[in-house]
């Protein structure tokens, strides 16, 4: 598990007041289930959801994405998946990505497992950065994509997040600290394209995981993973990046 903040540097930022925008995908290899999810951080003075606005303007291009139709898509929506993906490189917004094997995660109900390997994606110890290991996140806005969860599943998807982020933890010589209760919201996401960035790197980064074992993806989702990945030239797959991808309870 790991962060993508390609040309700026980890900050306060994106620990305080940071929006989070956080979806999730699913795939079967080699008869398992697995899951990708991925948390888009947001810092307070990041104005990203304006630019990705106007790239749609640019294009007038008023479809929602979902990595999962790439593989229909005309050249106009590829054009603006790049331009999406070069505006969030050109950002001092940050990406982190897990992916699970779902059976492991079996043990208690769909929705509330989510809502734990939602909250181990952000409560796992941040990675030390210049003697300084960032892990609270203070007051943090959480954005999911809407789920067909009853009133009472909502309530208690966010009293399962909260739990994972309320766990302390010790690595070597630094204490982390719980996370403060984080509001959270579900929204419909057609709403943010913040959502849908998260959508298509969740995507870009399953088919890296497939490609690097050898399995075979559509020549669209190919095209823009691989134009995702020359954006990171010592980077020869994002499996690599993401470290261990079988994590355990």
């Known amino acids: 598990m790991e962060e993508l903040t390609p040309r700026y540097e980890i900050s306060d930022l994106h620990f305080q ?17 697995h899951f990708v999810w991925g948390a888009l951080l947001v810092p307070i ?3 990203i959801g304006v630019k990705l606005g106007l790239i ?4 007038c291009y008023l479809h929602t994405f979902h990595f999962n139709e790439i593989s229909k898509i005309d050249e106009k929506g590829k ?13 001092n917004v940050c990406f982190r ?29 941040w990675i030390p950065y210049k003697g300084k290991i960032y892990k609270t996140l203070s007051r943090a806005r959480i954005i999911f994509d809407e789920r067909t969860l009853t009133p009472q599943q909502k309530n208690e998807f966010k009293e399962e997040l909260n739990k ?9 010589e630094f204490i982390t600290y719980p996370i403060k209760d984080a509001a959270i919201s579900f929204a419909d996401k057609r709403i943010f ?4 960035l998260v959508d298509i790197i969740n995507g870009i980064i399953r088919s890296s995981f497939l490609l690097a074992n050898g399995g075979n993806i559509s020549r ?16 020869k797959n994002f499996v690599k990046w993401i470290g261990n991808l079988q994590i355990k309870k």
Request: proline fraction near 2%; glycine fraction near 2%; charged fraction near 35%.
């Open 164 to 172: 994972m982020l309320k766990k302390k933890n010790k690595i070597e």
């Open 17 to 33: 007041l940071c929006k989070i925008f956080l979806d999730e995908t699913n795939f079967r290899y080699q008869n398992r289930n």
């Open 79 to 91: 054009k603006t998946i790049k331009e999406f993906l070069t505006t969030f490189i050109d950002s």
């Open 220 to 235: 669209n989702r190919k095209e823009i993973h691989d134009f995702f990945l020359k954006k990171f030239p010592n980077l």
């Open 97 to 125: 990505g897990i992916i699970v094997n779902s059976e492991t995660w079996n043990q208690i109900s769909e929705y509330k497992s989510q809502a734990r390997l939602a909250g181990l994606l952000l409560s796992y110890p």
């Open 56 to 59: 749609r303007k640019k294009y």
């Open 193 to 196: 394209d913040e959502l849908q």
């Open 45 to 47: 003075d990041s104005d």
